[in-house]
């Protein structure tokens, strides 16, 4: 079994920062893609941002440009770097991971407990 545990939310005023950490930890093999996904009251759930193993990220139309997506494949981490935050950027933010497990063929996708990110003054 995986955990994936969410850390650095909380409340923020408009145009601050946060960085939200997230560090998996279990029978872990190998992680693949590793993603930030968030959903605010009354919405679907969203993808954020991706990074690949090797690297490779893509972002939201919406957060391009303010949020960086990085990993620590040494911690089985995964950051996301919020700037220049925006009162429509709250939400709870949840992270992803495709896990291949040691023991097991192929991957599981996890999903971790999320976040509280709020922007307001």
């Known amino acids: 079994q995986v955990q994936l545990v969410e850390s650095g939310g909380g409340l923020v005023q408009p145009g601050g920062s946060l960085r939200l950490s997230c560090a998996a930890s279990g029978s872990i093999f190998s992680i693949n893609a590793m993603g930030w996904y968030r959903q605010a009251p009354g919405k679907e759930r969203e993808l954020v941002a991706g990074?690949?193993?090797?690297?490779?990220?893509n972002y939201a139309d919406s957060v391009k440009g303010r949020f960086t997506i990085s990993r620590d494949n040494a911690k089985n981490t995964v950051y996301l770097q919020t700037n220049s935050l925006k009162p429509e950027d709250t939400a709870v933010y949840y992270c992803?991971?495709?896990?291949?497990?040691?023991?097991?063929?192929?991957?599981?996708?996890?999903w971790g407990q999320g976040t509280q990110v709020t922007v307001s003054s």
């Open positions: 992803n991971a495709d896990v291949a497990e040691r023991g097991k063929f192929g991957t599981e996708n996890y």
């Open positions: 990074i690949t193993s090797g690297g490779r990220t």
